[in-house]
């Protein structure tokens, strides 16, 4: 899987709203994980995604930019 599949992934899952990225990755083994998140990374500082994470080390969700 590549970070474009991963994109698209993402994409089409923010498409129904909010999502943990808990949830995201929870069926992938950690190098996909890794390549997801550097693929959250991406959309978010592209602005195509927004992030929060109420506390260090909390949960991150990943929502639709606002």
Do not use: K, N
Request: proline share 9%; aromatic share 4%.
């Amino acid at each position: 899987m590549t970070v474009e599949d991963l994109v698209t992934l993402i994409r089409s899952s923010l498409a129904r709203g909010p999502l943990s990225f808990e949830d995201l990755v929870r069926d992938m083994d950690r190098l996909r994980s890794a390549v997801a998140f550097a693929a959250t990374l991406s959309l978010a500082a592209e602005g195509r995604l927004s992030l929060s994470q109420p506390e260090p080390f909390g949960p991150l969700t990943l929502e639709p930019p606002r």
